[in-house]
């Protein structure tokens, strides 16, 4: 069964979502991937149940939701789940240890060592002590 426009309305206060006044309220929310989630609401309409047909769309077009069942959990003040792709953690850059050795000992070209990862890095750098420690 679909909610109503005032629990629409408090899940948008509850899940932190910016609201505005003009003569609707207004509720938008910036998602982690930068996309927008929103809706409005007319002044005066807090009891009345969303219609069925436009339910869905509220949840999933406009407030992107997982599920309806999100809605539920966020009404409750749980965690909710956008339909949004996970946002991927930005390249970490090498330790200055890393660069040093790579640079200073290999003597790699300085556009070389940004295109390598932490792993890919200190694999050289173990393989490169474990020939030096094998020789002595």
């Known amino acids: 069964m679909p909610p109503t426009w005032g629990e629409v309305r ?74 949004i792709p996970p946002v991927a953690e930005p390249p970490r850059p090498l330790p200055a240890y890393l660069v040093r050795f790579l640079r200073d000992t290999l003597h790699m070209p300085q556009e070389r060592i940004p295109g390598l990862t932490r792993e890919q890095a200190q694999e050289i750098l173990d393989a490169y002590y474990a020939g030096e420690l094998g020789n002595s």
Request: proline share 3%.
């Open 10 to 83: 408090q899940f948008c206060r509850r899940q932190g979502y910016r609201e505005t006044r003009t003569n609707h309220f207004h509720y938008v929310k910036v998602l982690p991937d930068r996309s927008t989630s929103g809706t409005m609401v007319s002044v005066g309409v807090d009891g009345e149940q969303v219609p069925s047909q436009m339910w869905r769309l509220v949840w999933s077009r406009q407030l992107h939701l997982a599920s309806e069942g999100e809605f539920w959990k966020g009404l409750e003040g749980q965690d909710v789940q956008y339909a």
